[in-house]
């Protein structure tokens, strides 16, 4: 997989292709990665690629004929022909796992990473394939949400983890959050691992990974739930845990 990025600070990306698992996949040539500066393509010596908003405001726009030249120049380094454009933007669809499985399935990715107040709209609608947002929050610039991109999507290309089974039990990776993990030691600060996980039963354990998923799920993000076809055995352990939750109210009014 080839990944580019228009950026105005490529010295930012050290961070991804330096370091971790992304940084050693980078290093064995798993995954490619260059950047493009738009000022390469400004028609100033200055190299400025931002202007005054038309219609007035505070800030500044990054103008639409650098980034266009820019993308085009990332264009004409993909091994496909075509990479997809994707503009780091907190108006674009929200980043999920599917999307992360999306796009570690293409060849060629090309992430626009804006700043200032924005980008003109023209730029967007002509040359940018999608807009995703990582959050619903607001950054100086597309480079910290690209590489967190890149990191969910590095993560599922193989080869890049030392084990895919890793990514495969991540959270949302079926729809689910994570179960709790542990380790050594076996107590620590008076907390015990759960009996099970030491019962060397692999059915239980799975049970109960399910189990706990689901739990977190419910308590944390029981929007997924309320969009998820569930097979029997959880819903089955669903209205379990639903059955105890309603218990536990009438439990502590008996003991009063």
């Known amino acids: 997989m080839k990944i580019q990025a228009v950026t105005l600070f490529p010295e930012m990306f050290a961070a991804i292709t330096g370091c971790g698992v992304t940084g050693r996949a980078f290093k064995q040539g798993i995954w490619r990665f260059e950047t493009i500066n738009p000022r390469r393509f400004a028609d100033n010596k200055l190299g400025y690629i931002d202007d005054r908003p038309f219609g007035g405001g505070p800030g500044m726009i990054m103008m639409a004929p650098p980034l266009e030249a820019a993308i085009r120049a990332a264009q004409a380094q993909t091994e496909s022909g075509r990479g997809r454009v994707v503009y780091l933007s907190p ?40 807009e995703i947002a990582i959050g619903d929050f607001v950054v100086s610039g597309g480079e910290l949400p690209a590489m967190m991109l890149m990191d969910a999507v590095l993560r599922l290309v193989p080869g890049v983890l030392g084990d895919m089974r890793s990514a495969e039990q991540d959270s949302f ?36 990974r399910l189990e706990q998923s689901l739990r977190r799920t419910l308590a944390r993000r029981p929007d997924l739930l309320a969009r998820r076809s569930l097979i029997p055995q959880e819903a089955r352990l669903l209205r379990k845990i639903e059955e105890e939750q309603r218990a536990i109210p009438l439990d502590l009014g008996n003991k009063q």
Not at 98 to 110: F, R, S, Y
Not at 181 to 204: D, I
């Open 173 to 208: 990776s079926d729809g689910l959050l994570d179960c709790p993990h542990y380790t050594r030691p076996t107590e620590f600060q008076g907390m015990a691992v759960p009996a099970v996980l030491r019962s060397g039963n692999h059915g239980l354990i799975a049970e109960w």
């Open 91 to 130: 108006q674009g669809q929200p980043m999920s796992h599917a999307k992360a499985a999306e796009l570690a399935k293409l060849p060629d990715l090309i992430l626009l990473c804006g700043r200032y107040e924005g980008i003109d709209e023209r730029l967007l609608q002509s040359s940018v394939d999608e």
